[in-house]
T-cell receptor, first 113, second 114 residues
Framework: DAMVIQNPRYQVTQFGKPVTLSCSQT?????MYWYQQKSSQAPKLLFH???????NEADTPDNFQSRRPNTSFCFLDIRSPGLGDAAMYLC????????????FGSGTQLSVL | AQKITQTQPGMFVQEKEAVTLDCTYD???????LFWYKQPSSGEMIFLIY??????QNATEGRYSLNFQKARKSANLVISASQLGDSAMYFC???????????FGKGTSLLVTP
């Protein structure tokens, strides 16, 4: 029944070692988002795709990249993770209309050693 | 720029009682949407309720209602008849109708006690 699926649930990487987080959706939504949520903080939008159009937030570090090869899948690539990148990463989707709510996955908790 | 403020870092409520979680916002956008999400310890963000800035009536969804006061720029969430399963973090969020980004407040941790 899961509609937005994130894998893995927990990811451990080493300082500076590239890591990729995955998100897939069964909702056929146009828009996909990646949020970063550090401990006890609000989720912060990193970027979003409207179909294949990529929209980066102004303060998202260059270290963070994303790919959306098709409607269903979206990836978050962290090229050289630092200790400060340890966080929960949340993927979300929404339909085209701006009133539409976001559907979130369960998140991937990233640890950087 | 948008700003969402949740001034209550933590709240307690007894089971079956009602509780109000505060949210104020600031925006220069004339048209926007306000959302409340629940985040249990499992981490998933669960949509609760939506209010459009031009909606005339306050939104309701089951035990959740949104007390929208546009002139005061407040969008408080009211949970009636609290249940133990309501214990979670609650986030107020806003999106301008000219964009897709959903911006969140810092959240309020709600604990429902027996």
């Amino acid at each position: 029944d899961a509609m937005v699926i994130q894998n893995p649930r927990y990811q451990v990487t080493q300082f500076g070692k590239p890591v990729t987080l995955s998100c897939s959706q069964t909702l056929n939504h146009n828009v996909m988002y990646w949020y970063q949520q550090k401990s006890s903080q609000a989720p912060k939008l990193l970027f979003h795709y409207y179909d294949k159009d990529f929209n980066n937030e102004a303060d998202t570090p260059d270290n963070f990249q994303s790919r959306r090869p098709n409607t269903s899948f979206c990836f978050l690539d962290i090229r050289s993770p630092g200790l400060g990148d340890a966080a929960m990463y949340l993927c979300a989707t929404s339909e085209q209309g701006k009133r539409e709510k976001l559907f979130f996955g369960s998140g991937t908790q990233l640890s950087v050693l | 720029a948008q700003k969402i403020t949740q001034t209550q870092p933590g709240m307690f409520v007894q089971e079956k009682e009602a509780v109000t979680l505060d949210c104020t916002y600031d925006t220069s956008d004339p048209s926007y949407g306000l959302f409340w999400y629940k985040q249990p310890s499992s981490g998933e963000m669960i949509f609760l309720i939506y209010q459009g800035s031009y909606d005339q009536q306050n939104a309701t969804e089951g035990r959740y209602s949104l007390n929208f006061q546009k002139a005061r720029k407040s969008a408080n969430l009211v949970i009636s008849a609290s249940q133990l399963g309501d214990s979670a973090m609650y986030f107020c969020a806003m999106r301008s109708n000219s964009g897709y980004a959903l911006n969140f407040g810092k959240g309020t941790s709600l604990l429902v006690t027996p």
